[in-house]
């Protein structure tokens, strides 16, 4: 089958699908598809897009589409009634125009625009396991699976420096807001050289980081966030970084290859950077997702849920 990865709703650049359509891209290459990353929608082939529309690329849509055209969504967002994320409410970010958590209208936007696109749709393929049968209850006569992140040797692209030439005790790399500041804070207090970057940033300029990097770490939205970011721990799993989690209260599968966070991020770091070797046991960790999370497992099962056969 023939697969076009649309970025056209994600800016001119889509730094922020980037990730996950290289994910996907090489995981149906690897099993004897074609993936083409295009920025605009493709008619008459199988278009995949992540979810973000506007009524703008709604009207481009239906004005494009044709009867052999299929649209495949990635959906990333909670789906809280009718609307996405309304499980975020923090008095001292409400006003932060940095946290898009709190902007209940752009998620309601957002939502409302998916379900306009929702009669296009041939598959939902999810990012969050626990999301699967909630979509699935809301879309009822659209098919909605698991897209899990899956290994391919194509998407590292990070060569760390020697242990002794790390510069970087700690990376983050994400949305800022008080609570992440507060423990990157408590971080640097102790002495600790500790980067953060936003999710803009150029990728040869994250790639560098990455490699001058002792550890990655990964810190929720919020004390009462219940969710990781799957996305991020593979981003740095595959990247061959060694990744520090906070502890959620519904973690994601991938959660079994980072070390997990309880409330003692000063103690846990100073460990773990005690422990050295950090590229060595990143590489251990990344062989073991390579076995778990192949390709060949995973895509021709989604795409036979999907309804999808040459």
């Not at 721990?233 to 906070?246: A, K, M, P």
């Amino acid at each position: 089958m023939h697969f076009k990865l649309i970025y056209e709703n994600h800016w001119n650049f889509g730094l922020s699908v980037a990730e996950t359509f290289l994910m996907l891209k090489y995981a149906l290459e690897n099993v004897g598809h074609r993936a083409d990353i295009e920025k605009e929608f493709c008619p008459g082939f199988i278009n995949v897009v992540m979810e973000n529309f506007d009524e703008e690329f709604l009207a481009r849509i239906n004005d494009q589409w044709t009867d052999d055209t299929k649209l495949i969504v990635i959906a990333t967002e909670f789906l809280t009634g009718s609307t996405f994320n309304d499980i975020y409410d923090d008095p001292e970010e409400r006003e932060s125009k940095r946290n898009h958590y709190q902007n209940k209208k752009l998620w309601q936007d957002r939502f409302d625009n998916f379900v306009k696109l929702a009669p296009r749709m041939s598959a939902i393929w999810h990012l969050a396991f626990q999301e699967v049968p909630i979509y699935q209850n809301i879309f009822k006569d659209i098919p909605v699976g698991y897209l899990p992140h899956i290994y391919s040797e194509n998407f590292s692209r990070v060569t760390h420096l020697q242990d002794d030439e790390k510069d970087i005790d700690v990376f983050f790399s994400g949305a800022q807001n008080q609570y992440r500041n507060k423990i990157l804070d408590s971080l640097r207090d102790v002495g600790l050289n500790v980067v953060m970057t936003h999710q803009m940033t150029a990728p040869f300029h994250r790639e560098d980081l990455i490699a001058r990097s002792k550890l990655a770490v990964n810190i929720k939205q919020n004390s009462d966030w219940a969710y990781e970011s799957n996305s991020r721990l593979f981003y740095h799993i595959n990247n061959d970084s060694l990744v520090l989690t906070e502890k959620c209260s519904d973690p994601s599968d991938l959660n079994k290859y980072v070390v997990t966070v309880d409330n003692n991020w000063v103690e846990l770091v100073k460990e773990q950077l005690s422990l050295g070797h950090f590229t060595e046991r990143a590489i251990g960790i990344r062989q073991d997702f390579a076995k778990d999370k192949t390709p060949e497992m995973i895509i021709p099962l989604l795409l036979s849920d999907s309804g999808l056969f040459e």
